[in-house]
């Protein structure tokens, strides 16, 4: 699961300590995310993903929920195209220029060669985005939609910055029941119908779902495209 957002507990006390004992382990790390061993490895993993996300040479992709950008990373390191990414998250632990850097390192390592892209960091706030109206044509909630408290409002601020026609794609996993918790972050799951209708409501006409098998049938992927309406 890639890291997200951070949220505010009830429990202020013990919540204060356990974050600080969190950050004190996640500084500690290159990079927060996968650390994968090899191209061919991110290749069986990704490569369905690599196809949904149809990306074209020299796109700018805003990444919202990107943690220290590893999705990129991988992503990136299955092709030659030069891109531009924005990463976009509240984590400033996990998304920070020594922690970016450090992902491209291993990632350049990985594919013998450099990954080609280049990566802009933006620390945003749980009011706003900090980033432009109207300015993007591409976008990605990559596993990351479920964790936010108000999603309509995320939709919403993410159909501000892209420009007309502009695209959002959505990567969440499709609970096997109603009230299923994600695995990682233990947020409940929502069905794809209710995400479409989120989207609907803040601006967003559904083109595309494909759905990916993973962990021999266990977990279950939809992949969904939107376009600014």
């Not at 949904?52 to 919202?64: E, G, R, S």
Request: with cysteine; aromatic share 8%.
């Amino acid at each position: 699961m890639r890291l997200g957002f951070v949220f505010v507990l009830l429990c202020v006390s013990f919540s204060s300590f356990a974050q600080k004992r969190k950050v004190g382990k996640v500084e500690k790390l290159p990079y927060c995310g996968v650390h994968w061993k090899d191209t061919t490895h991110i290749r069986m993993e990704l490569q369905q993903q690599f196809d949904f996300l149809k990306l074209q040479p020299n796109d700018t992709i805003v990444d919202i929920g990107s943690s220290s950008g590893v999705y990129n990373g991988a992503i990136t390191s299955l092709s030659n195209q030069k891109l531009h990414f924005v990463l976009v998250d509240i984590d400033t632990a996990c998304l920070n220029s020594r922690k970016v850097a450090s992902m491209v390192n291993h990632f350049n390592s990985l594919k013998g060669s450099s990954i080609n892209s280049s990566f802009q960091i933006v620390n945003n706030t749980p009011d706003s985005l900090w980033l432009p109206a109207n300015r993007y044509k591409k976008a990605w909630l990559i596993n990351v939609l479920h964790e936010i408290p108000d999603p309509g409002k995320m939709v919403k601020d993410v159909n501000e910055i892209l420009k007309p026609g502009g695209e959002l794609i959505v990567f969440e996993i499709i609970p096997k029941r109603s009230g299923q918790l994600h695995g990682g972050c233990r947020m409940p799951l929502q069905s794809v119908v209710s995400w479409k209708e989120i989207m609907n409501k803040n601006g967003f006409q559904f083109t595309e779902e494909i759905e990916v098998i993973k962990n021999r049938g266990k977990t279950r992927i939809a992949m969904i495209r939107f376009i600014k309406a």
